[in-house]
């Protein structure tokens, strides 16, 4: 932008460089053009020329000025060293930037200063040395370093005030920026600076130095993980110091390919988990000491009640020397007794099998309309003595089948109706009801009873525990429940309550809903029109399953199964070792993992699948015969896509497979 002159006078024309008497116009034309102010001042420090910038930098007229010393134009702190400064530079001038290192200021005609930057060049002249000084407003330059300085600062602080060790190396794999306890942990490992230092640099001289605890495993594969990880980082890193501390590194790429890391000292959260381990090994062997003893004991119990209860029958039926009535009374009381104990000895042993993980479920697609109709029947007779009537709401027309086994499925709604009767009032109704909610059927069975105290509710479906009715008339042992819900989990169910003391209870059971394509045989799915999503026929791509199991029939079993999809190939392994090798070579489409095989286990084969980038992808189906509950939160965990239960159902795997394979 051309500046102005402050008088306003409008600028010459243009005009020709040839019109020597105009020369002079055209000159200052062009220093007025200049970006920067132009001062020319003489041997002896008067100014003798100003250019336009100059005059608006410092708010003087060029009248003012031409004629003064150059010191005007200075703060009044620098003036008599200035006169100094000048006098040394016209007695060996040569062209250069002024007071290098030095901040210089200039003074506005008001006295307010601002940063200038100058180069003086000296100009000779017949009349005597001239020296011209640029000069250049430097304040918003000044201004934009102090940001940047702040921000600097900001960050640095905030970097520094990260509780672990953080560090930024850029693309080329530098490091540019780190914290002191970055510094801490590998600058000690290195001579001289750390910042500038490769990551390969950093690491190895860490390694080398001892920094970790490098037992198990080796420095070597250490080194190797550390790298790779390094290269395509995901998740974490684990690591142990040799003094025992945890670590756990983390590292993310940054836009400009550069890596961020920040590595945490994990030692508490390491020893937490540890000593919950070990009291959950504890616990667990205590309960599953406790369910073997409770098993046994029951089986013990129930010999010499069986031959309590035979006899006392023996005794009531006794034609040839009838019981006296008030024997018979009291022959009574002991069957009642025992009978009671026996359905508490059945119950015991039920429930501690569930528990040992000894019961097996065997889902299948069930009719509710069907099951209900049975619980009512058989209820009904008792539901009559107690004046309770047991009814079924009728039923949505579109109500899919459950996905349940049917023995174990009757037995929850049979506990819950027997529990509505016996808690009920005279009079009373108990409904069962059913609807369908989020891919789970729910069976519902609202009484009108007494119900259950608030206080009394959190520990219903735990075992032995009676709500309050411990001491009341009404027989029972608590257990009805707490076996239902084991079931229901058991059958990828659940169950809950509500209830309102005086009021009544409503219990319910959620239970998977049958959903009939999933379900359809591998079989029928072939039978496909061409051009369905079906891995059979000739025309299409070729997919590759590995099949990791020990068992032979289990194998010959998938390798009839996988026959019917005329695109997949099985390549089969026999051990966890094996298959994640020829998983990483061969990279299939999927895998199908047994869980329990001799050596390493399916869940850690998985886990060591989706370590390694090549094969973090590769969905891994899991095959187990352990459809326990405690396994649930393990099973959740570890990166399955999908797990099912043996015996392997054709259909289910059929399904699963298309859906995995077919885009
Ligand atoms: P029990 O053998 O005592 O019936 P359950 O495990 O079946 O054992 O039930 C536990 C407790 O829950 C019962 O003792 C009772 O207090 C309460 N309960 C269960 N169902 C009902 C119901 N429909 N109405 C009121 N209370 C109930």
Not at 502 to 513: L, M, R
Not at 650 to 655: C, F, I, K, N
Request: with cysteine; aromatic share 6%; proline share 6%.
């Amino acid at each position: 932008m051309a500046a102005e002159r402050p008088g306003g006078e409008p600028a010459p024309p243009f005009i020709g460089l040839g019109d020597r008497s105009l020369s002079d116009e055209v000159f200052s034309r062009l220093i007025d053009a200049s970006p920067d102010g132009v001062v020319v001042v003489d041997a002896h420090g008067r100014i003798v020329l100003v250019n336009l910038q100059t005059e608006s930098m410092f708010g003087y007229g060029r009248d003012e000025l031409v004629g003064r010393e150059i010191e005007l134009l200075l703060p009044e702190r620098f003036r008599a060293s200035h006169v100094g400064h000048r006098t040394g530079f016209t007695g060996g001038p040569r062209v250069r930037p002024m007071g290098s290192g030095l901040e210089l200021f200039g003074r506005r005609r008001d006295g307010s200063e601002f940063p200038i930057e100058i180069s003086l060049s000296p100009v000779p002249m017949a009349e005597g040395m001239l020296v011209s000084a640029s000069v250049r407003d430097i304040s918003e330059r000044k201004q934009s370093e102090r940001n940047v300085r702040r921000i600097q600062e900001h960050l640095l602080s905030a970097v520094e005030s990260i509780q672990g060790a953080f560090a930024i190396f850029d693309a080329e794999d530098r490091l540019v920026l780190c914290n002191s306890s970055y510094r801490h942990m590998f600058g000690r490992h290195i001579d001289g600076e750390i910042v500038g230092r490769s990551f390969e640099e950093v690491f190895n001289a860490a390694i080398d130095g001892g920094l970790f605890d490098l037992h198990r495993p080796s420095a070597a594969q250490f080194r190797a993980r550390c790298l790779s990880y390094h290269r395509a980082p995901s998740g974490a890193i684990d690591a142990r110091t040799a003094s025992g501390h945890s670590l756990r590194l983390f590292e993310r790429r940054t836009a400009e390919g550069g890596t961020v890391t920040t590595i945490w000292d994990v030692t508490e959260d390491v020893q937490h988990e540890e000593e919950l381990r070990q009291a959950q090994t504890i616990a667990e062997a205590a309960s599953s000491a406790k369910s073997e003893f409770l098993a046994s004991m029951s089986h013990e119990l129930r010999t010499p009640l069986n031959a309590i209860l035979g006899f006392a029958q023996l005794l009531q039926r006794d034609k040839k020397t009838p019981l006296s009535e008030r024997h018979r009374e009291r022959i009574d009381h002991v069957l009642k007794g025992g009978e009671h104990l026996l359905r508490l000895i059945d119950e015991i042993l039920d429930l501690s099998r569930i528990e040992s993980g000894r019961v097996s479920v065997s889902p299948e697609p069930v009719g509710l309309a069907e099951v209900l109709a049975e619980v009512k029947s058989t209820l009904d007779p008792m539901a009559a003595r107690a004046e309770v009537t047991l009814a079924v709401a009728p039923l949505p027309s579109d109500l899919p089948q459950v996905v349940a086994d049917r023995t174990r499925f009757k037995q929850i709604l049979m506990n819950y109706g027997s529990n509505a009767v016996k808690y009920g009032r005279r009079r009373g109704t108990a409904t069962f009801r059913a609807a369908v909610r989020e891919g789970m059927v729910r069976v519902v069975l609202a009484d009108d009873g007494i119900g259950i105290p608030e206080d009394k509710q959190e520990r219903v479906f735990q075992p032995f525990h009676r709500a309050g009715q411990e001491t009341g008339p009404i027989e029972g042992t608590g257990i009805g429940l707490a076996i239902s819900k084991r079931l229901a989990e058991l059958m990828g169910g659940a169950v809950g309550f509500r209830s309102t003391e005086g009021q009544g209870s409503e219990f319910w059971i959620d239970i998977p809903a049958h959903q009939p394509e999933a379900g359809a045989l591998a079989g029928e799915r072939q039978k496909q029109p061409a051009g369905g999503t079906s891995l059979s026929g000739p025309h299409g791509p070729r997919y590759v399953v590995v099949y990791i199991e020990d068992n032979p029939s289990n194998i010959a079993f998938m390798e009839d199964l996988i026959a019917d999809f005329d695109r997949v190939d099985l390549v089969t392994a026999p051990t966890a070792e094996i298959g994640i090798e020829i998983v990483r070579a061969r990279r299939p489409d999927a895998v199908i993992m047994d869980i329990n095989l001799p050596g390493m286990s399916g869940f850690e084969a998985t886990r060591r699948l989706r370590e390694w980038p090549e094969t973090r992808d590769i969905p891994v189906v899991a095959l187990s015969a352990a459809a326990m509950v405690r396994d649930k939160a393990k099973v959740e965990g570890a990166g399955f896509y999908r797990y099912l239960t043996k015996p392997v159902k054709a259909d289910e795997l059929a399904t699963v497979l298309e859906e995995l394979l077919v885009p």
